[in-house]
């Protein structure tokens, strides 16, 4: 009986230590997963900013072209403006007469 009781007790103590061991690997696992999912913070927040500075200057560089483009339309307009001022009333009554009909039947 003494052997049954002491097998019991080793058997307890072995499986402690298993169970005790695999918490350990259990562990060490979660912190490579916690260093990993760092890293991939770290490298998707850098492809992130690299990809925001990138719209930024497309955004930037959009927008000289439009401010240009304006500029120079508005010059246009201003020079057939001052050619031709009669067929610029002409048109302005008209399109003021277009949006009044437009904004009567609303």
């Known amino acids: 009986m003494a052997q049954a009781s002491e097998r019991s007790v ?3 103590s072995n499986g402690r230590e298993a169970l005790r061991s695999r918490a350990d690997d259990v562990m060490e696992d979660f912190e490579e997963l916690r ?3 760092g890293r991939l913070y770290d490298a998707a927040n850098q492809a992130a900013r690299s990809e925001l500075r990138f719209a930024k200057n497309r955004v930037g560089q959009l927008t000289s072209d439009l401010r240009e483009q304006a500029s120079e339309r508005a010059e246009y307009f201003g020079e057939q ?3 031709h001022p009669y067929v610029a009333i002409g048109a302005s009554l008209g399109i003021g007469l277009l949006l009044g009909f437009v904004a009567r039947r609303r």
Request: proline share 0%.
């Open 81 to 83: 403006i001052r050619t």
């Open 35 to 37: 260093k990993d999912v």
């Open 10 to 12: 080793r058997g307890k």
